[in-house]
């Protein structure tokens, strides 16, 4: 990419618990004229907005539509279920869906567990909450647990509450995504690099492509004119050789002169 042909920004959505600093910071140090945008967007909106054109790249919890966007799963979060301090399940360094079994557990309508093929653990609350945030609410006054991301966990800390990881629960799968296309956008290409933490030096996008490839051609080029002037050159070391041989033209003379010294005896009778 020349300076002409990148955009002047790259926006990026990201749902709530991802954490994209440290690939900004790589983004500023690689493409400081190019400005990345944060879009927030929640887990159910985030593909929408991408199909919708709203973000280039968004970083969002799988599964997402296969046929309208592309998607690089990045990692899977373990699940915990979050519960006030003095609960009894905080004496153990874990618990399992089957200890949740008597517990009232919340199960909000943004909730980004998949839960499918899983039957919610413990008993249902009367109302399902609106929002994550919302069931925190609840579990800070004592109506129920909530099983979650960890990383949601932390994003709603509150002093009073603290988790515990879920032996058996579903994860949550966090991935890089954007638009299907036949060819993916330079600037996504970019980003892609910086999240599979490529050097500098291998994550240019599409410009870098055509790049390597021409090298090794130039050097492949100059390996064989380096050949042909080493053929033409062995032609001149046939010249070479020849010469030795015409340096050898002494002995011959030498031969030469043995046999005019041979001529000379019959002159000399």
């Known amino acids: 990419m020349t300076g002409s042909d990148i955009p002047s920004s790259f926006r990026l959505a990201y749902v709530p618990g991802v954490t994209p600093t440290k690939w900004v910071r790589v983004w500023q140090e690689r493409l400081p004229h190019t400005a990345l945008e944060l879009v927030q967007a929640t887990a159910s909106d985030a593909p929408g907005l991408l199909v919708d054109g709203g973000a280039d790249a968004g970083l969002v919890r799988l599964p997402v539509d296969r046929n309208v966007l592309s998607a690089i799963p990045l990692y899977t979060e373990t699940t915990v279920v979050v519960i006030p301090k003095d609960h009894v399940a905080t004496a153990a360094e ?3 869906l089957a200890e949740l ?12 567990l998949d839960w499918e093929t ?14 994550t945030a919302d069931a925190i609410e609840l579990v800070a006054a004592g109506v129920g647990v909530l099983l979650v991301p960890q990383s949601l966990a932390r994003l709603h800390h509150r002093k009073d509450l603290t988790y515990r990881p879920v032996r058996e629960a579903p994860e949550s799968r966090v991935a890089l995504s954007w638009p299907e296309a036949e060819e993916t956008p330079d600037l996504v290409e970019e980003f892609i690099g910086i999240v599979r933490g490529r050097t500098v030096n291998s994550t240019r996008g599409r ?17 064989k004119s380096k050949g042909k002037r080493a053929g033409t050159g062995g032609g001149g070391q046939g010249g070479a050789r020849n010469k030795p041989a015409a340096g050898r033209k002494p002995s011959a003379g030498g031969r030469a002169g043995g046999q005019s010294g041979k001529r000379g005896k019959p002159r000399g009778r």
């Open 94 to 96: 874990e618990v399992s």
């Open 118 to 131: 899983e039957t919610l653990p413990g008993r249902p609350a009367v109302e399902r909450p609106a929002t």
């Open 207 to 223: 410009a870098a492509t055509p790049q390597r490839p021409t090298a090794k051609a130039k050097d492949k080029a100059k390996e």
């Open 101 to 112: 079994s008597d517990e009232i557990v919340l199960h909000p309508l943004d909730d980004v």
